[in-house]
């Protein structure tokens, strides 16, 4: 894909997130004392200031389904889950569902957020590149705190490298220190804009839904919350909040 995969993409995101329901309109804000408080190891699109983003969005609908406030709060990626695993959050996400099991503290909200695809994205075509298996002879990098990427990076490639941030990391693309960057779909989508990369390439190498994880101590809240944000799914609410974030990624 090259120069014309945004334009394109702008497209696929109102055909594939908007879908032919319209959205219920948005929940009026209740009033709560105690808000709830998340963590999030995510940048922008999914979680951005003042709980902006996918993220923070579509909790802060879901909270305000079941009557509670909510507020998410960026930590860096490895200590944000361990501390909602300590307790010092009600939860945490958007996380895949196998890091589950090494949490015991933590249980899995269903039904799942959304979907990531994680991608191999590049200044120029290769052809012969389809896996993670396929980019190991080249020159890698990713962001630090992505550990599902790091480990299969490390499972097929000595060496590879850890940017600190998603600004970085696309200015190693964009300069040529490295071939390709692994990182979520819309992560690099928007960071690739970012960096001035107009002629860009991916390659989806996975994709797992994601969840929000809940500290044990709030599981009575599980299923009131997994019942509304099935409400949001089936009436449009999830798609066309993540559909409008993803068309407002370029102004933020």
């Known amino acids: 894909m090259g120069s014309n995969f945004f334009p394109a993409l702008a497209l696929a995101f109102a055909t594939i997130f908007l879908g032919p329901k319209s959205a219920a309109a948005a929940c009026e804000a209740p009033y709560d004392p105690d808000p709830i408080t998340l963590s999030s190891g995510f940048n922008w699109p999914h979680v951005g200031p003042q709980n902006t983003g996918i993220f923070p969005s579509l909790m802060t609908e879901a909270f305000c389904r079941i009557g509670r406030k909510v507020n998410v709060v960026r930590v860096p990626a490895a200590r944000s889950i361990r501390q909602a695993a300590a307790g010092l959050f009600f939860g945490e996400g958007p996380r895949r569902w196998s890091l589950v099991g090494q949490y015991a503290d933590l249980k899995l909200l269903q039904p799942p957020l959304y979907e990531l695809k994680f991608m191999a994205f590049s200044t120029k075509e290769y052809p012969d590149v389809k896996s993670y298996n396929d980019i190991a002879p080249y020159k890698v990098g990713t962001v630090i705190g992505r550990k599902s990427v790091e480990a299969h990076l490390q499972a097929v490639m000595e060496n590879f490298t850890l940017a600190s941030n998603e600004t970085l990391a696309f200015h190693m693309l964009k300069v040529g220190r490295v071939d390709f960057i692994v990182i979520d779909e819309l992560t690099g989508l928007y960071f690739a804009q970012e960096a001035g990369i ?16 809940v500290h044990v101590s709030n599981k009575e809240l599980l299923p009131s919350l997994g019942q509304a944000l099935s409400d949001m799914h089936a009436d449009g609410t999830v798609a066309k909040i993540t559909a409008d974030v993803v068309s407002s990624a370029r102004k933020h």
């Open 198 to 213: 107009s002629d860009i390439h991916v390659v989806e190498l996975e994709k797992h839904p994601f969840h929000l994880l």
